[in-house]
């Protein structure tokens, strides 16, 4: 069993109370939108980390980083992007991976809202983390923690922090 601690849109700050719930964590996963090269460096000197590009990120991110993310943790193949859009409606960028890569568990990050969205046209779970940066427009900062376990994903939980402004 792998634990997964999945985050989104930190725009160059990571709350403090990530290392509290995260710290039984294998792995940790961005969904894009970063912000800085310290955010990175931060997270991958504590865990193992796999990150992905957003729409705010510069040149030296994506020159580290790229677009978009597949994978296979244990036995669940997974499609990370920034930009996704939701089930039924996936955006321009992200239907053609999808169709191609045919994951089980499909990330994006981008909207700042909170959401996990089972497809059962794609055979598919789709989650948003929300965000846990102070910049946008959402109130709370949001974190996933997740097991995978073979090919199954398990005790998913949604972690609200208080919005530090």
Request: net charge negative; proline share 7%; aromatic share 10%.
């Amino acid at each position: 069993m792998t634990k997964i601690g999945l985050l989104s849109d930190t725009h160059s700050y990571l709350p403090p109370q990530v290392r509290e719930h995260f710290a039984e964590v294998d792995e940790i996963w961005h969904a894009g939108d970063i912000g800085s090269i310290e955010v990175a460096d931060t997270l991958e000197k504590w865990k193992p980390t796999r990150f992905i590009t957003g729409n705010i990120d510069g040149h030296e991110l994506r020159a580290r980083y790229p677009d978009f993310l597949f994978f296979q943790i244990e036995n669940v193949p997974v499609l990370m992007t920034h930009i996704g859009g939701y089930p039924p409606s996936y955006n321009k960028e992200s239907k053609p991976l999808i169709e191609k890569y045919r994951p089980h568990l499909f990330i994006s990050g981008h909207s700042h809202i909170l959401k996990v969205v089972p497809d059962n046209h794609y055979n598919l779970l789709h989650i948003n983390p929300g965000a846990c940066g102070k910049q946008g427009w959402h109130k709370v900062s949001t974190l996933v923690r997740f097991d995978v376990d073979n090919d199954r994903l398990k005790n998913l939980e949604i972690i609200e922090l208080k919005k530090e402004r």
